[in-house]
């Protein structure tokens, strides 16, 4: 099932923060959003004008939805008054779950989302109940009951005592238990050309607690205005990768990626403002494009229906200097046969393939123009008539071969399956096959430099095979 997130916040109107930028979030990252609006607020960028609270509408809409639908993960942005608080606060007990506080009370143009002192009952009602919390340094400060501007380096270990100071409230019995939670105090302090965040991780080691901190940089910027919605995006984003499985820090690490990438890349508005841009650039636009001709291509035959395999087709597309899963687009939920043709289970999204990721990434080690693969069945009279017939190189790999340390790791398996093609011809074939084994389905398994090299094979392996 595709993962879900929730999102408990205020309508912004011009999408660069509040529910809007945690949808945009949750959708870029690869999961689907859910939304519970709070409030509606009347602002731009560069202005804010004021909010009406949703308090009396948010209960229907948190349990339509909760009721419904299994969501596990949710982030809270803002919380305008008590009523909302103590909706947030019953779901959360009641459905038990993960959530994501990003405690905002002041608006990016410095006007308050809430009353005065209010920051005191969601401190009481909610740190105990969430999973992470992500304060800037301004609210940090508030919750450690310390001043804090213009912090270094320097400040480290006041920052980690501040820190500290916040993750135990977040606890129950104010003392670090098996739970573990995190705080991120974004924009902690600077380091020459660069700013840093401070996350904190607790966990318990041998029955005493355990504090693990750690730096993440990123450039300073020096511009006029405002930068609208940058903790919206950046808490929606550690949501998004817990629901994907991650661990608490691989979350915080990943969130932090995602935010690095887009840190200097603006949306710019009248009036100095700035959002985030959330949308995909020319070259990953490129990507998305190249799978769809493939998949067009594909799904518009339905001999293509045969080389499907158990585990279903993928297309995967790479970035041109990829280094991560993240820079490899495929489809989501792979592809399927209904009515007798090729169907696609989802939208082309990066960073959802797994398997055919990790090949194209090792095969660029020894081949960077490689940027797209696609897995197929396998029979043994088509590989031999695709070697009778056409002129695509081939590779076939035993997987008894190989070592027993690799054999339980399908990414080291992922690995060896390129080093060994690589070992017996020098170069990465057209297409690596192989035969299974126990509990591991045949597989061919197609590359190519682009689209047109891809649908070019294709068309011969078609031909070869059914006519």
């Excluded at 309508?11 to 990252?29: E, K, L, N």
């Excluded at 982030?75 to 959530?99: F, N, Q």
């Excluded at 550690?238 to 840190?263: C, V």
């Amino acid at each position: 099932m595709k993962p879900f997130c929730l999102t408990i916040a205020g309508s912004d109107p011009t999408s660069g923060a509040g529910i809007q930028a945690d949808i945009r979030t949750f959708d870029r990252i690869g999961v689907h959003p859910f939304s519970a609006i709070t409030a509606i607020t009347y602002q731009t960028a560069t202005e804010f004008y004021g909010f009406k609270s949703l308090s009396e509408e948010l209960g229907k809409q948190l349990d339509a939805i909760l009721n419904a639908y299994p969501i596990k993960y949710v982030k809270i942005g803002m919380i305008p008054d008590i009523k909302s608080l103590d909706l947030i606060k019953y779901s959360i007990l009641s459905y038990k779950l993960i959530a994501v506080l990003d405690p905002v009370n002041i608006s990016s143009v410095g006007e308050r989302l809430s009353s005065e002192g209010f920051e005191l009952e969601i401190e009481r009602n909610l740190f105990p109940l969430v999973t992470v919390l992500t304060p800037n340094l301004e609210e940090a400060g508030y919750y450690a009951n310390k001043e804090l501007k213009n912090k270094t380096l320097d400040d480290l270990e006041l920052l980690k005592d501040v820190a500290e100071t916040i993750i135990k409230k977040m606890y129950v019995d104010q003392r670090i238990s098996e739970i573990q939670k995190a705080i991120v105090i974004k924009s902690a302090g600077t380091d020459h050309d660069s700013i840093f965040d401070l996350a904190c991780v607790s966990k318990l080691t041998n029955g005493k607690e355990n504090l693990n901190f750690k730096i993440f940089k990123k450039p300073k910027l020096s511009l006029q205005g405002n930068v609208h919605g940058t903790g919206c995006v950046f808490s929606s984003a550690i949501t998004a990768y817990l629901s994907l499985g991650n661990t608490l820090l691989e979350s915080i690490e990943k969130a932090e990626l995602f935010f690095g990438d887009r840190f200097l890349n603006f949306i710019k508005l009248p009036q100095e403002g700035r959002i985030l841009d959330l949308t995909l650039d020319q070259e990953h636009i490129e990507v998305v494009n190249q799978i769809k001709e493939i998949y067009n291509f594909i799904s518009s035959n339905r001999k293509f229906s045969m080389l499907i395999p158990e585990v279903r087709m993928n297309i995967s597309g790479s970035l041109p200097n990829a280094v991560s899963k993240e820079e490899i687009a495929g489809i989501e939920g792979r592809i399927t046969i209904v009515d007798e043709y090729p169907k696609a289970s989802g939208e082309i999204k990066f960073g959802i393939s797994n398997h055919t990721a990790r090949l194209i990434l090792e095969a660029k080690k020894f081949d960077n123009s490689i940027n797209f693969i696609l897995n197929m069945k396998y029979k043994s009279d088509w590989i031999k008539s695709l070697q009778e017939k056409t002129d695509l190189e081939f590779q076939e790999i035993i997987r008894e071969q190989q070592p027993k340390e690799i054999m339980v790791e399908e990414e080291s398996t992922m690995q060896w399956l390129i080093k060994k093609s690589i070992k017996e011809i020098g170069r990465i074939p057209d297409i690596i096959w192989d035969k299974g084994s126990i509990g591991k389905e045949p597989m061919i398994r197609l590359f190519g430099k682009n689209a047109e090299d891809i649908v070019n094979k294709l068309q011969k392996i078609i031909n070869s095979i059914f006519n």
